[in-house]
């Protein structure tokens, strides 16, 4: 794969038709290999339209379940069955009806601490992948689905959190969050979630548009150091654009 490129990014008209562009593009993803696929979900409030949509009755036909593995980039440590688990949300939304329950990898929470969740995740990682190192050549995921959260982290990697410059471990525990809830969280590092054929961020909604400025000026956030081997695409709607550049796109 060839070094990380500069962010694309796509304007969809509102969080419908945001949800719609993402899900097109998971599709697409999923068309291009003929083999075993590999999605990385992500949790927050940016997928749950995408989610609905997979699991509606005009989209769930198209997709190959059977084919399909779901992994998560980041969990926060609470019970499986906790509201406020991601893959949880996930489950109920689209995937416990659909995908085969082998299919389904939750980052495990029903262990000693955060650390021990994250050694028992990337050995599942490396298992799926066949080997304990990454090979820029050889994508782990398909697709990968980011946000980014009102202080520039995505998936439970935090501004000034020192997992993220971890270059050696797969996953890491994050023994304290910077935005509510402020639980324990486990979380991919930004050199699994670059081993990818495409990460696409949703970005949606008048509240993130203080956070997308910041990152459309370069500021150096955990969002923006997010960047697959493939290709990175910023999905936004109108509402999340600063005032600036929304007549432009």
């Not at 324990?184 to 930004?190: A, I, Q």
Request: glycine residues 8%; contains cysteine; charged residues 20%.
């Amino acid at each position: 794969m060839a070094p990380a490129a500069e962010p694309k990014l796509i304007v969809a008209l509102d969080a419908e038709a945001l949800a719609q562009a993402a899900a097109e593009r998971v599709m697409a993803r999923i068309a291009a290999n003929p083999g075993r696929i590999a999605i990385c979900l992500t949790g927050g409030s940016s997928p749950k339209k995408l989610y609905q949509l997979l699991g509606s009755a005009s989209w769930r036909g198209k997709v190959p379940w059977d084919r399909v593995h779901w992994f998560i980039g980041d969990e926060r440590f609470v019970g499986e069955s906790d509201p406020l688990n991601n893959m949880a949300v996930a489950r109920a939304t689209f995937l416990d009806r659909n995908a085969p329950s082998g299919h389904i990898h939750p980052i495990p929470t029903l262990v000693e601490n955060p650390d021990e969740s994250a050694a028992a995740y990337a050995h599942e990682l490396q298992a799926f992948y066949g080997s304990e190192s990454l090979d820029p050549a050889r994508a782990l995921f398909d697709l990968v689905l980011m946000g980014a959260g009102p202080d520039g982290h995505t998936a439970s990697l935090f501004p000034g959190y020192p997992g993220i410059e971890e270059t050696v471990r797969w996953v890491v525990g994050v023994p304290k969050a910077n935005v509510a809830p402020f639980v324990p969280r486990v979380s991919l590092t930004l050199p699994t979630l670059a081993s990818c054929h495409e990460m696409l961020f949703e970005i949606a909604g008048h509240d993130k548009q203080p956070i997308l400025t910041r990152l459309l000026n370069g500021e150096t956030l955990p969002a923006l150091r997010a960047r697959s081997h493939g290709e990175t695409v910023w999905l936004v709607d109108r509402a999340a654009l600063p005032e600036g550049i929304r007549g432009g796109h």
